[in-house]
């Protein structure tokens, strides 16, 4: 992972990314309010148990609502957004959506991946309130 060597609250973060090798159980995101022990992420996911993709909008490891997407590649693009005020909303690429409650508190911004590689082709990072 890669992280912003800010602390940030309440944010839309913006990133993309082309799909590196793509193996079982991989995933790539960005997560917002990473604290060391708490995060609100948005990633893509091979969900191998469910034989399907997902884009996933996630609360710790404790809670995680997913929203199909179509068979994820090797080179493979995706867009992604995230919007933190009372929910924690995540796009993938403009066309689906998942959404759960945020934890919603102040850390870092980081980019990471599992069992997988990327380039993330840009960060963008606003907080949106207090």
């Known amino acids: 992972s890669l992280y912003a060597p800010t602390s940030w609250q309440r944010t839309y973060v913006a990133t993309s990314f082309t799909v590196g090798s793509w193996n079982a159980n991989s995933t790539i995101g960005v997560c917002s309010g990473w604290d060391g022990t708490h995060f609100d ?36 693009t995706f867009d992604v957004t995230q919007a933190i005020t009372t929910t924690n909303q ?8 998942a959404t759960v409650a945020p934890y919603g508190q102040s850390g870092h911004v980081i980019l990471y991946t599992g069992h997988t590689s990327a380039s993330f082709r840009y960060l963008f990072v606003v907080t949106i309130g207090s």
């Open 41 to 76: 992420c948005c990633n893509v996911n091979d969900a191998t148990f469910n034989q399907s993709s997902v884009g996933e909008a996630q609360r710790d490891v404790a809670q995680k609502i997913d929203t199909s997407l179509p068979a994820i590649a090797t080179g493979q």
């Open 90 to 97: 995540c796009t993938f690429n403009a066309n689906a959506t």
